[in-house]
């Protein structure tokens, strides 16, 4: 006789809402590994998508993702004229937000060399690369734009002939691919009026430290801010190139700082996602501390109502295995079915965050092992009450 | 044949001033068939008696032989005392104490079970001892709403499940009003009579003893007197 499945039978409907309740509370957890591992996949995606062999930035810096990095556009000639270098590339990434269908939208868009260099998207679930110098656009699918839709960004209109969902920005933007002096307008086209003033300033400025007003004309128009920068050049080694021959090279000559794709990744890691993560993963900690206690509570609650009943089927002559039984496989029922209904809730709500909940089989596994462990220690406790319990208690004492 | 004998059985909880003597060289002998009736003032040690027979409570002294096996000499036991009580001896407590998640016929279903006998055997032998305590109408139906007789009734038949050679009641009648606690006590002697099992059954009311072969009177943990009330 199952006796543990005919007190669960008897008590449906308590088992049910307890199950459904220590489920959500594991869809929680199992949704916290999820949001730590998508902060940190979401932060490196463009690292590792892109990566390069180096990524060469302004000296110093420690650009182009976790700190600001500015290099003129025309260093990468002499990035790539340095020996062991196959390929030298420039990059832009900056984040905007702008309207889109009526939306106000955040977003990063990514300039790159459209025609044979590196920093593009690399994998594409619909249209074609961008295949001209202007007005072409490969868009990430949460942007929610579609396939030949034209995009406004400053003056011009960009046509979406690529949608991508491989990458996303560190805080989980998506992304929009441009051409490099695409993307270089849309970041440096002012305001006319902003034109003006600048202009207006720099004018007086000159006016003030010339000798005369033709020759303060004729600067103002050679002195106005460069719009050719970029901020980092991608580097793909020639093939036997020792990369770090290379990257002291470029350190020593260009007075560039260069990273590998790992201290990229390192970098992020041990900086503008530092905090967040350690804030996560306290939490998630904490979460499943909970969980394990809220569960250990309610199978021990479960076992202690049925501890009268115990004592008379002690009494009656039932073996150690039979109590060990009922509360062993109640515990274990009340574990695997809320594990279940939490497994069930995370993987059909996950598209619903608003950022990526990146769920690993063994973040689950784990999960699933602590939550069996904290089952199994409830139910040594209630075992361990069941035992000592005496068959007399059935008698009301003596 | 002597289904019970008791000899010189002592209990004592605690030590040196809190010590209790609850049993004092309490001998008695059951036959099989016999009804045998325990009264006394409430603390007297009935319950306790019950407790130490079935060895649920360990004896501090003496000896008990059950169907002819010395199942505690003294300290001593080399039995399987679960064994014992699932196999040979029915309980019929105050209350019911039935298993609340369990049904009638599961209630008496369970104490087979628990000895190995299973499927239609078991459902047969069930089914036969809710009619016998008439309640096999409701044999599908959870304790809770059962009424307090039936519930005893069902108890009665769980008890009797793998016809034991003891019948051990401890105030089988308490919860229940006069006319439903004779109907109990005369089932009890039933049973006795037509399977040939022994019954202690502890009571306080005289009433319910009529035909029973033996009364026994403990007071302070003594068992001072016998008298036949058959």
């Known amino acids: 006789m199952d006796l543990a499945v005919k007190d669960l039978k008897r008590h449906l409907g308590r088992f049910l809402t307890t199950v459904v309740g220590v489920g959500l509370l594991f869809g929680t957890v199992l949704a916290m590994n999820g949001i730590y591992r998508g902060v940190v996949f979401e932060g490196i995606s463009l690292i590792e998508s892109l990566n390069p062999d180096l990524w060469v930035v302004e000296r110093f810096r420690g650009g182009p993702f976790s700190e600001q990095s500015t290099l003129a556009e025309d260093f990468h000639y002499s990035v790539a004229a340095v020996p062991g270098v196959a390929q030298a590339s420039p990059y832009i990434a900056y984040p905007v937000e702008r309207e889109i269908g009526g939306k106000s939208k955040r977003f990063t868009i990514i300039g790159y060399d459209v025609f044979g260099g590196m920093g593009g998207p690399t994998k594409l679930t619909v249209g074609r690369g961008i295949g001209q110098g202007h007005y072409e656009a490969v868009v990430h699918k949460k942007l929610g734009v579609s396939l030949g839709e034209k995009i406004p960004l400053g003056l011009h209109r960009y046509t979406v002939v690529g949608l991508t969902d491989d990458i996303t920005s560190p805080d989980g933007e998506p992304v929009v691919f441009l051409s490099l002096p695409d993307a270089q307008e849309v970041l440096f086209l002012r305001d006319n009026e902003t034109v003006r003033n600048q202009r207006e300033r720099l004018r007086r400025t000159l006016a003030r430290n010339s000798s005369n007003s033709l020759e303060a004309a004729k600067l103002l128009t050679a002195l106005q801010s460069d719009t050719h920068t970029i901020n980092a050049v991608l580097v793909k080694l020639a093939p036997g190139a020792d990369r770090l021959e290379v990257a002291r090279h470029i350190e020593d000559w260009l007075y560039f700082s260069v990273y590998t794709s790992q201290e990229e990744i390192d970098l992020m890691l041990r900086g503008r996602l530092a905090k967040a993560r350690m804030q996560l993963l306290i939490f998630r900690t904490i979460l499943l501390i909970v969980s394990m206690v809220i569960l250990t509570l309610v199978i021990y609650t479960f076992t202690m109502e049925k501890i009268r009943s115990i004592a008379i089927m002690k009494l009656m002559g039932a073996a150690n295995w039979v109590i060990i039984r009922l509360v062993l496989e109640q515990s274990l029922l009340l574990t695997l079915s809320s594990f279940i209904i939490g497994w069930l809730v995370i993987h059909n709500t996950q598209y619903y965050f608003p950022r990526k909940i990146f769920l690993t089989p063994l973040d689950e596994s784990v999960t699933f092992g602590l939550a069996l462990l904290g089952g199994l220690f409830a139910s040594g406790l209630g075992i361990w009450q069941a035992l000592k319990t005496q068959p007399a208690l059935a008698l009301g004492g003596h | ?230």
């Not at chain 2, 199942?71 to 679960?82: M, N």
């Not at chain 2, 079970?113 to 299973?118: A, P, Q, T």
């Not at chain 2, 769980?158 to 109907?183: F, V, Y």
Request: with cysteine.
């Open chain 2, 1 to 230: 044949m002597e289904a019970l004998k008791i000899t010189g059985l002592s209990k004592i909880f605690g030590s040196g001033r809190l010590e209790v003597r609850a049993l004092e060289d309490v001998s008695l002998s059951i036959a099989a068939g016999d009804l045998v009736a325990l009264m006394g003032p409430s603390g007297s040690g009935k319950t306790t008696l019950l407790l130490c027979v079935s060895l649920i409570l360990e004896p501090t002294a003496g000896t008990v032989v059950f169907d002819g096996d010395t199942i505690y000499q003294d300290g001593w036991t080399g039995f399987d005392v679960r064994r014992l009580r699932r196999e040979k001896i029915g309980f019929i407590f105050q209350t019911s104490n039935l298993i609340p998640f369990l049904t009638a016929r599961e209630n008496v279903l369970l104490p087979q079970d628990l000895v190995g006998v299973k499927g239609e055997v078991a459902e047969n032998r069930a089914e036969e001892l809710l009619e016998y305590m008439e309640v096999a109408e409701r044999a599908d139906y959870l304790p809770p709403l059962l009424s307090g007789g039936e519930q005893q009734r069902v108890a009665i038949a769980r008890a009797l499940a793998n016809r034991p050679r003891l019948i051990l009641a401890d105030e089988p009648t308490a919860s229940l009003d006069t006319a439903r606690g004779k109907r109990v006590m005369d089932l009890l002697k039933k049973v006795a009579r037509e399977n040939q099992t022994a019954v202690i059954a502890v009571t306080h009311d005289a009433r319910m003893i009529e035909g029973f072969d033996r009364v026994y009177h403990l007071k302070d943990g003594r068992l001072n007197n016998s008298n036949n009330h058959g």
